[in-house]
């Protein structure tokens, strides 16, 4: 299964049209950045209700672009943070970005047309 699913992708905006589905990825590749920043910052300073602001936005635009696997991690995160220790929450941000990594990848090089 692909990081991102480009068929949904295409069927949330109502288009196949390549260079819309580019400027949707280019655009979720930026805010993806700030947003795993944001998780590092929060996980940094172990701040709870930053973590769970940033995690939340990167599941919300990750379902926008049909990276489903990704926005599932980000949920279980979300219901885990409240009562979840350090460790486990640590666990499951380093999964979640392994995540970010690949569908990061998948949308370069569907930018490059590779």
Known sequence: ???INIDELSDILG???PGIIRAVLDVWLSSCTDLTNA???AMAAQDRVSLRKAVHGLKGTSLQIGAKQLAML???LE???PDSDWTMISDLVDRIFVEVKHAQ???KNFLSGA
């Open 79 to 81: 219901d885990e943070l």
């Open 105 to 107: 990848s998948f949308a």
């Open 39 to 41: 998780v590092s910052n």
């Open 1 to 3: 299964m692909e990081p």
């Open 15 to 17: 288009t196949s049209d």
């Open 74 to 76: 980000c949920k279980r």
